[in-house]
């Protein structure tokens, strides 16, 4: 008990405090160790800096000297050679004893001092040089300065050489000359190893600081802990008798207080009574015992009944019961406090559940062993609609009828009879004859001997539940925007009309419809008015379909319709020529008007065959090839069909270990200023190395990585490729061309574009200047609003836009306005013939014309003619490439052309390709 336990002798105390103090004195006695070590290490350390200074210092003076003495031939110079020199060797002489392992001791302190070493730092040069000789920075530290040996000696021959000419008087001149040139050098050489060996040194110095701090912080941290654990061991053994008492007294579930029985002033207090009073230990202590009561019983309430009250004025009945005890020479009385209250509140509970009963949502009825009702709460009336004297007496199941309609069955009542609960749904008749939907639940209340007494029904309306779930179904299995089903609706529809035809022999047909350049709509009006085309198509679709048909759109433009019980193919080549002409009629969407087609694939599962999932997969494929041949039609689903949704995804599946095995190569066109003939640039192109298909083109491979989802990855590998191999041919000290690279849809739209161009700039160290991203105009419409933000962006980056394919795509020109945009590719559609054909002379004539009043750079692609060229230069137009000048070349190949100034001419021409598309 705090304050009031027993307290040990002195000497009891003085002996169990001993380990403290031994304890205490080992801490010190470790930190001061540890303080020792770090002072001798960077005793060491400082001795090390100094002589290296000193080193250092008599290796300069050496070589100057000696310079100095072989331009004058002065003897003094040599004299001062030689006794720097000896300083050098002694250092290097000592070092190399000590390294060895076998050495004289008093040698080694002797050639030191005459190194003019500091000598409180010998020993411990010594000790470190002799066990730490392979530690980290000193083993790098040594080995730079055993690499000044050679030149050490190097010197000392070239001053033995020189002394001998100078003291025969036979000087040549030119060997002079050249040995004061190699004096030069090896002093430049040992300049660069000191200073190597300086700052290795600085910096083991730095890191052994840092460790040998830590290292003290960590043993010092763990003596403490360790004398704090053993401090705690100590006093909890002092404490062990207090505490047994203190927890007894704590622990116990009434209240309990020691009183002083002279003066009746509470001296200590358990938790449950500061608990009960409201108050802490802390203010209960010295209090009157007496003042906690409500009235004053016999001995100022320190036994009998009574009511405890609490600080807040509450009371509770407690009995009391106290007896005195004797310690350290005071009578003190323990008063014990049991809590009456427990049949009061069971009182209050009673009362507060007949509230809560009258106060909850849910109707109660109490009825009697033959089902009348003999108690309503207010719920019930307000549910039912009859006052509560209509209902009492009422029979129970009088205005209740199963979820059928039929009257409530018999088995119902056994059942609650036999187990005494039953629950489920209902329907049940209001006072106004309206019916709704109920929950009920019945329990049988018994007595103890086990016979039933009363029935307790609880029931609620579950009309508004019962319209939300059939809500909530709905949009679980139906389409937001159109209101058709969804996909997995639609799936579950198509295994289940597969199963039903094991029974009734008929087929089943799927027809997989695709929207024809509905991306057009939503890049020309926005995705909301794409939205809003979307609901007329589901409803013409369904215009079409027969009563037991399923209309289901399973994900952006597309929609899928199901044949159940389908006797013959045409039916379903039937159904599909309605749905396309009935899509082919023009739809007015707020006062627009739009025009929209579809492609459509067929494909139907014979009887008892096949399942939903490859159903839908095997009319997709159709779907596919009806809008890869002709559009606005449809396909049925063949052999063929299958052969070439498995090679696309074959082809998938290569593409992903293609980007995995760096199975990717390019190619680089030279890109030429027509007037002189001189390479500005590259353009970029990608091509794919199979390893057993050999070298697949763009055209192959890139429409199947915009399908998956993988564009974007092969853009980058794109960018970091071009970025790694601009700063390859900056290091061979070619001229700075521009490359340019083709940039997709995709990725340009992307909200991380721009932070991986500048990530892949900044991994190359190459200049923003250098690369051209190629875009189309397509691109840059699809993109929408954040073509802007993101050709700032780039402007800002100094990266420039060429807008690629020129004239084969928008009628709006106002993107060639927006920052960044530099260069216009004309397409090569517009350069064949020239000047033969006078339309494409007139449109390239034009554009060349349109480009320079805006500041625009114009590049011709496909040149393949003289002729072309010609035309070209005289209309003003300032870059072209083709094959007239070069076909795609191998990085090295592009090398050579550089330097050579020219592009490498006439090779066989290869298809013209684009950076990513062709």
């Known amino acids: ?172 001149p030119f060997k002079i000359a050249g040995q004061i040139h190699r004096i030069a050098a090896i002093n430049k050489s ?121 600080c807040d004025g509450r009371t509770r009945p407690v009995e009391i019961q106290s007896h005195l005890i004797a310690l350290d020479g005071q009578m003190i009385r323990q008063a014990i406090i049991h809590d009456m209250s427990a049949r009061a509140e069971h009182e209050r509970e009673i009362r507060t559940a007949a509230e809560a009963l009258a106060s909850i949502a849910e109707g109660v009825l109490i009825t009697d062993t033959h089902w009348r009702v003999v108690s309503a709460n207010p719920a019930a009336t307000r549910l039912t609609g009859y006052a509560q004297e209509s209902l009492l007496g009422m029979y129970l199941g009088e205005m209740r009828q199963g979820a059928d309609g039929a009257p409530l069955p018999a088995t119902m009542w056994k059942e609650i009879e036999k187990s005494g609960h039953w629950a489920g749904d209902v329907r049940s008749r209001r006072a106004d004859g309206s019916l709704y939907s109920e929950k009920l639940g019945i329990t049988a209340i018994r007595d103890a001997d086990q016979r039933v007494r009363y029935f307790v029904a609880v029931f609620s309306d579950t009309s508004v539940a019962e319209a939300s779930r059939r809500k909530l179904e709905h949009v679980a299995t139906h389409d937001a925007l159109t209101g058709l089903v969804n996909r997995v609706e639609f799936e579950r529809l198509c295994q289940a009309a597969i199963e039903q035809t094991r029974a009734e022999g008929t087929a089943v047909a799927v027809l997989f419809i695709d929207l024809d350049n509905f991306k057009l709509v939503n890049d020309s009006y926005g995705h909301a008015m794409g939205d809003r085309l979307l609901i007329p198509v589901g409803k013409r679709i369904l215009g079409q379909l027969r009563q037991d048909d399923v209309a289901s759109r ?27 002409s009935a899509l082919a009629e023009p739809f007015e969407i707020d006062g627009y008007e739009m025009a929209v087609t579809a492609s459509i694939g067929i494909a139907v599962s014979p009887p008892g065959e096949g399942d939903a999932t490859t159903l839908v997969a095997n009319a997709d494929a159709a779907m596919y090839v ?37 199975e990717f190569r390019m190619l680089y066109q030279p890109i030429i200023e027509i007037q002189s003939g001189r390479i500005t640039g590259v353009e970029a192109l990608l091509r794919w190395q199979h390893p057993t298909r050999g070298l697949v083109m763009p055209d192959d491979f890139i429409p199947v990585a915009e399908g998956m989802g993988l564009i974007r990855h092969i ?146 692609e496909g040149i393949e003619t003289e002729a072309e060229r010609n035309f070209l230069l005289q209309v003003g137009c300032t870059e072209g490439q083709g094959y007239l000048y070069s076909h795609p070349l191998p990085h090295d190949q592009v090398v050579r052309a550089l330097r050579s100034g020219r592009p490498r001419g006439q090779a066989r021409p290869e298809r013209m390709a684009s950076p990513l598309r062709r």
């Open 626 to 662: 009806a809008k890869t041949e002709e559009r606005n039609t449809w396909r049925f689903y063949t052999s063929a069909v299958h052969a070439d949704a498995s090679r696309r995804r074959m082809l998938a599946t290569e593409l992903r270990r293609a980007l995995e095995c760096d």
């Open 1 to 172: 008990m705090r304050g009031n336990l027993p307290q040990l002798r002195p000497n009891s105390k003085f002996k169990r405090l001993l380990p403290l103090g031994y304890a205490l004195a080992a801490i010190v006695a470790i930190i001061l160790f540890f303080m020792w070590a770090a002072l001798q290490g960077q005793t060491a350390l400082a001795g090390a800096l100094n002589g290296e200074s000193m080193w250092s210092k008599a290796q300069n003076r050496a070589t100057f000297d000696l310079l100095a003495y072989a331009g004058s031939g002065n003897q003094a110079d040599y004299a001062d050679f030689q006794r720097n020199y000896r300083v050098v060797v002694a250092y290097n002489s000592a070092r190399d004893q000590v390294l060895s392992g076998h050495f004289d001791y008093r040698h080694v302190v002797a050639t030191l001092h005459r190194a003019y070493m500091m000598p409180v730092s010998i020993p411990s040069i010594i000790f470190v040089f002799h066990h730490f000789a392979n530690a980290p920075y000193m083993r790098d530290a040594l080995r730079e300065w055993h690499a000044s040996d050679a030149f050490v000696a190097e010197l000392g021959e070239i001053a033995d050489s020189l002394h001998r000419q100078y003291s025969t008087h036979r000087v040549d």
């Open 190 to 310: 040992v300049q660069q190893t000191t200073n190597e060996f300086s700052v290795t040194l600085a910096q083991g110095s730095v890191v052994f600081a840092k460790v040998v701090s830590a290292g003290v912080t960590f043993f010092v941290f763990a003596a403490l802990l360790m004398w704090s654990w053993i401090a705690r061991r100590v006093l909890a053994g002092i404490r062990g008798d207090q505490e047994r008492y203190r927890r007894l007294f704590d622990g116990t579930a009434d209240a309990i207080l020691m009183v002083d029985e002279a003066s009746g002033r509470i001296i200590d207090a358990n938790p449950a009574a500061a608990l009960w009073t409201g108050l802490d230990p802390q203010e209960l202590r010295g209090g009157q015992y007496a003042s906690l009561f409500a009235s004053e019983a016999p001995l100022g309430g320190l036994w009998g009944d009574n009511e405890l009250c609490d």
């Open 554 to 580: 399973i994900g952006g433009d597309e929609f899928t319709v199901l044949i159940p019980r389908l006797a013959d193919r045409e039916d379903a080549a039937s159904l599909a020529r309605r749905v396309c």
């Open 715 to 860: 853009d980058e590998w794109v960018m970091r490729a071009v970025c790694a191999q601009v700063h390859k041919w900056d290091r061979l000290g070619l001229p700075p061309i521009r490359v340019a690279m083709n940039v997709s849809a995709g990725w340009f739209g992307h909200a991380g574009f721009v932070e991986a161009v500048q990530v892949a700039l900044r991994e190359s160290t190459v200049a923003p200047s250098r690369l051209v991203l190629e875009i189309t105009e397509g691109v840059i419409l699809r993109t929408g609003k954040d073509t802007d933000r993101t050709l700032r962006a780039l402007d800002a980056l100094g990266i420039g836009i060429a807008v690629d394919d020129f004239g084969t795509g928008y009628a709006s020109m106002a993107y060639l306005k927006l920052p960044a945009v530099a260069y216009l590719k004309i397409d090569r559609s517009f350069i064949t013939g020239l000047p033969v054909d006078a339309n494409n002379a007139v449109i390239a004539r034009a554009v060349v014309a349109m480009a320079t009043n805006l500041g625009l750079v114009t590049i011709a």
